[in-house]
């Protein structure tokens, strides 16, 4: 198996690192339409690290026992795989402050807004990633996989068919709130080498 960490240079990783940083630009302006008021996205930190070691990296940001809903959005095309939207207990109820729900929040609810919110994340991201590199995707909606669970439980090596993962970790603020999301892009190994063909290319122009 190639060693996909060793391809990303510091060079190619400040590359990815800048075209995820537009594209996640993208998204915060897209959220602030959807929440009507003034968004702001953090950088996102990237990581690219082996499925086996999810459990490591994503331990810092959720105790053991914290519940997740997890949404998945697939994608296809010169880039493949699926893009992972992790949201704990009290995100979720921040989410629904920020999109003006007052009172008891329905499971519908609770649904519309994840699905709504992950769409925005994932598909500005992975359009970002795309348009920024001129590289043909598509994907498919967003869906809800686990309502209820761990990232111990969740993220089982031998349950996840994807070999490596981007990692972002992403802050969503207001004046009043601080919401945290994380989002994880997973890819096939045949999707790495045109993507840092493409990050090359990029360089090249600079």
């Known amino acids: 198996?190639?060693?996909?960490?060793?391809?990303?240079?510091?060079?190619?990783?400040?590359?990815?690192?800048?075209?995820?940083?537009?594209?996640?630009?993208?998204?915060?302006?897209?959220?602030?339409?959807?929440?009507?008021?003034?968004?702001?996205?953090?950088?996102?930190k990237l990581h690219l690290c082996d499925v086996s070691d999810l459990n490591q990296a994503l331990s810092v940001h959720y105790a053991d026992s914290e519940k997740l809903t997890i949404l998945r959005q697939p994608f296809s095309g010169e880039l493949r795989g699926e893009g992972i939207a992790l949201f704990n207990k009290s995100g979720v109820d921040e989410l629904a402050g920020l999109m003006g729900y007052e009172g008891e929040v329905t499971s519908n609810n609770e649904r519309e807004m994840l699905l709504d919110v992950c769409s925005i994340l994932v598909g500005a991201c992975l359009n970002g990633i795309a348009t920024q590199l001129g590289m043909a995707i598509s994907f498919t909606a967003p869906t809800i996989i686990s309502a209820n669970t761990t990232?111990?439980?969740?993220?089982?090596?031998?349950?996840?068919?994807?070999?490596?993962?981007?990692?972002?970790?992403i802050r969503l603020t207001l004046e009043q709130y601080a919401f945290d999301c994380n989002v994880l892009l997973f890819m096939s190994e045949d999707s790495f080498q045109p993507l840092v063909q493409k990050l090359d290319q990029m360089l090249d122009e600079i």
């Not at 400040?14 to 594209?23: G, P, S, T």
């Not at 990232?151 to 970790?169: G, H, L, Q, R, T």
Request: aromatic content about 12%.
């Open 1 to 44: 198996m190639t060693d996909i960490k060793s391809q990303f240079n510091e060079d190619r990783r400040d590359a990815l690192q800048e075209v995820v940083n537009i594209a996640m630009g993208q998204a915060g302006d897209s959220l602030a339409k959807l929440f009507d008021t003034f968004v702001e996205l953090s950088i996102p």
């Open 151 to 169: 990232v111990e439980d969740f993220f089982k090596p031998d349950s996840i068919k994807w070999y490596y993962a981007m990692a972002m970790e």
